[in-house]
């Protein structure tokens, strides 16, 4: 028994509908407990100026939030996001006319504020206050009508997902790196919800399968953050659940009205089969298909859709160097190519993120006057011209080729540019056993030491936060002009700044993948790195601040990581285990 909260079942066969309403009456009755807990913690913790007590009423309250995790974050993201929001200045620019600039508050900033060596207790309690009315007001306003079985099934797999691809990262605990046990937490209370769902299943060896597994990754999220093997923790933790989640899904006879960013029948989060597409695309365009990519490709690579005939999608984005092109900075560009590969895969594009969707990046990339420098109305008249791109378009459009289905022809082309078959996920999906042990190393410094996950988040390891990937973070590193290792100056290039001259998001970029990393060199946006080696080296320094370049609002941290050259080395192995196979096998 968890908590000391389990409430009986007193549901019959014969009363489904009153079945499905209890259940979620206890669901909520537990949670109504954890928030409860979690406010009158805040409330010791606002009263309290021993650091001794304010230090230990945070770990109480951080516990009971901890509780209420896997319903909050399913049925109350943004309360959830503002909750546990890292201690970083929030902007949000709707347009020119409405940027909001918001300083952080929440479980994070309590962290750092309360584990400082030198604690600002005013500062400390009127955090503690905003929190503790966030919760109130969320209490205030519970709602768990016209749920259903399918909504706990989603929650369920969103809290297993989330564990492995954030919460053992430590990147909701910067300061105490407690993630092991608060991701322990999370179990614990998925152990106390499924009980509640016992009378459900239909086969109760399969619950019995799920109090046991469960029972086992409590026991796994034990030991040293720096020490914990997170490629085993998924592989043999996290992928089963999925797959018993899947099993849980067909005991329930559910079916789901619609998909989320991850798939329903998904059994792995690194696959080619885990996510949903049309949740990263615009659904009035269409589906996408064999035919519909293979013209995409012929229109990526086709030079004469620019003005002067000599610039295609592929002459920056060269497949043989994983849709990069090898050069600091593309001619005619002012910043380095990214890849395509698993472009589709966030919510904002370019460095700056200023297109909000793959096509508008494509709508951009033709206007403008250093690349292709015309217009889709201009590019449409042309392939109307050409017999076969014509006859194409009629056969897989039914119309003539126009602005939209130019541009979902070329994204969808894109969009298939997600093979997740490195070396990496063939090993973590059991396909093959050919990891070494410093490839693994080096993915568990990467998740945990080295910190590089939590901004490159898994499975994308890119900037769009798992589990429901509806935001890529943009990041300020104080990445040098050249590669100086001290008294550097910053690179020129302002950035998210030039969309809306935001003070605030000077220097600001979003996070690439780092996917085929190693074939995509120089790197970051202005090519300052050469190597995989050099770039390590850079962040372990601290980023800009630790060569000399004074940022205050630089988000990654400033600390030196403090990793060995052994471990520097595993990362770069690991990252290169993270190459897709070859170009005639990424179909």
Known sequence: MFGGIFISCKTTQNDRSSQKTE?????????????????????????????????????????????????????????????????????????????????????????????????????????????KQRLKMIQKNLLFKNYKRYHFLWLLRDAIARVALTGI????????????????????????????????????????QWNKVITQSMQALQGDFNAFDR?????????????????????????????????????????????????????????SSKRRVALGKLLFNDKRLSVNNQMSCATCHQENLAFTDGLAKSKGQTRNSPTMLYAALQKKFFYDGRAGSLEDQIVAVVKNKTEFHTDLKTVAQFINQKPTYKRQFEELYRKEANEMNI??????????????????????????????????????????????????????FNGTVPPNFKESELEM??????????NAKIDPDLGRYHMF????????????????????????????????????????????????????????PSDPLNLTPKEQKALVVFMQSLTDLSKDKLQ
Not at 32 to 51: E, G, P, R, V
Not at 196 to 207: A, M, R, S, Y
Not at 260 to 282: E, G, K, Q, V
Not at 477 to 486: F, N, Q, S
Request: charged share 25%; proline share 5%.
């Open 407 to 460: 541009l979902h022809a070329i994204a969808s082309y894109i969009r298939s540019l997600t093979p997740f078959n490195s070396k990496f996920d063939r090993n973590i999906n059991r396909q093959e056993n050919t990891l070494t042990a410093e490839e693994k190393q080096g993915f568990n410094l990467f998740m945990g030491k080295a910190k590089c996950a939590t901004c490159h988040f898994p499975p994308t």
């Open 477 to 486: 590193l104080g990445t040098p002009e050249k590669p100086d290792t001290a």
């Open 231 to 287: 490629y085993a923790f998924i592989q043999q933790h996290t992928h089963p659940q999925l797959d018993l989640w899947k099993q849980t899904v067909a005991d329930w006879q559910v079916e789901f009205p619609f998909e989320l960013a991850i798939r329903n029948d998904a059994s792995s989060l690194f696959s080619n089969h885990t996510f949903n597409m049309a949740y990263f695309s615009d659904a009035k365009l269409g589906a």
């Open 169 to 208: 990262t430590g990147f909701d605990s910067p300061v105490l790196e407690n993630s092991l046990q608060e991701s322990k937490l999370i179990y614990q209370r998925l152990h106390d919800y499924l009980k509640i769902f016992e009378p459900t299943f239909k086969d109760k060896k399969l619950f019995a």
């Open 501 to 556: 001259k935001t003070a605030e998001r000077r220097f600001f970029f979003k996070t690439p993948t780092v996917r085929n990393v190693a074939k995509t060199a120089p790197y970051m946006h202005n090519g300052a790195y050469k190597n995989l080696e050099a770039v390590i080296d850079f962040y372990n320094r601290g980023g800009g601040a630790g060569i000399g370049i004074d940022q205050p609002l630089q988000t990654l």
């Open 23 to 131: 259940v979620f009456d206890q669901l909520k009755a537990i949670y109504d407990q954890d928030l409860s807990q979690c406010i009158s913690y805040l409330d010791s913790l606002q009263q309290a100026t021993d650091k001794a007590d304010l230090q230990r009423y945070y770990r109480l309250a951080r516990r009971s939030f901890k509780y209420t995790e896997p319903v909050l974050s399913f049925t109350d993201i943004e309360n959830y996001k503002f909750l546990n929001q890292p201690n970083i200045l929030k902007v949000e620019e709707e347009d020119p006319t409405d940027i909001k600039i918001k300083k952080p508050a929440g479980f994070q900033v309590l962290e750092e504020q309360i584990f400082a060596n030198d604690i600002d207790v005013t500062a400390v309690q009127k955090n503690a206050l905003l929190t």
